[in-house]
T-cell receptor, first 115, second 115 residues
Framework: EAGVVQSPRYKIIEKKQPVAFWCNPI?????LYWYRQNLGQGPELLIR????????DSQLPKDRFSAERLKGVDSTLKIQPAELGDSAVYLC?????????????FGPGTRLTVT | AQSVTQLGSHVSVSEGALVLLRCNYS??????LFWYVQYPNQGLQLLLK??????LVKGINGFEAEFKKSETSFHLTKPSAHMSDAAEYFC?????????????FGQGTTLQVKP
């Protein structure tokens, strides 16, 4: 069975440009997470979805970040406009549900470099 | 608020030696605790989790961790290191008292295994 798929794997953009990341979770997983991992740090949750509903977006910088999960499957995370400090790896994960003991399966991430 | 501290950003061991990665947590409620491993350019993979059952938890690849409430610790060990164990390891704690809380990750420990 395929794991969590993310694209692109790498992205280099200039500051003030927009960028979008795509995630396809494991089939049947209702919960989807977006994390940001800065260099040398652990992942930090940006937003999590239960089906189509964003159940926790308190850490998402809403002035420039947006996310959607149409039809409760694929998800897109967007940054507009990007800033130098947005350079990081953006990880998508999915799980069967919100219960924390459900294992989160992570994708390989998108490495964003903002110049 | 819950938090995690991983002591030592880099740990180096010889192949065949004991691996000990330290994790201390702060939580006002009984925690759920996790160890994840991240290989270069890959997403995180769950090694093991503590969910208030047995205090000694066995995971994949020969790793285990012991929950010690009195020491607020959840250290990860492996009796004999393999070259393939070289990776970054993250300890994580659940946030809040609900079992639908999010994960709070530590800053990670890079394990180097010398031949």
């Amino acid at each position: 069975e395929a794991g969590v798929v993310q694209s692109p794997r790498y992205k280099i953009i200039e500051k003030k440009q927009p960028v979008a990341f795509w995630c396809n979770p494991i089939s049947g997983h209702n919960t989807l997470y977006w994390y940001r991992q800065n260099l040398g740090q652990g992942p930090e949750l940006l937003i999590r979805y239960e089906n189509e509903e964003a159940v926790d977006d308190s850490q998402l910088p809403k002035d420039r970040f947006s996310a959607e999960r149409l039809k409760g499957v694929d998800s897109t995370l967007k940054i507009q406009p990007a800033e130098l400090g947005d350079s990081a790896v953006y990880l998508c994960a999915s799980s069967l549900g919100l219960v924390i003991t459900y294992e989160q399966y992570f994708g390989p991430g998108t490495r964003l470099t903002v110049t | 608020a819950q938090s995690v501290t991983q002591l030592g950003s880099h740990v180096s061991v010889s192949e065949g030696a004991l691996v000990l990665l330290r994790c201390n947590y702060s939580s006002s409620v009984p925690p759920y605790l996790f160890w994840y491993v991240q290989y270069p350019n890959q997403g995180l993979q769950l090694l093991l989790k503590y969910t208030s059952a047995a205090t000694l938890v066995k995971g994949i690849n020969g790793f285990e961790a012991e929950f010690k409430k009195s020491e607020t610790s959840f250290h990860l060990t492996k009796p004999s290191a393999h070259m393939s164990d070289a990776a970054e390891y993250f300890c994580a704690v659940s946030e809040g008292s609900s079992n639908t809380g999010k994960l709070i990750f530590g800053q990670g420990t890079t394990l180097q295994v010398k031949p």
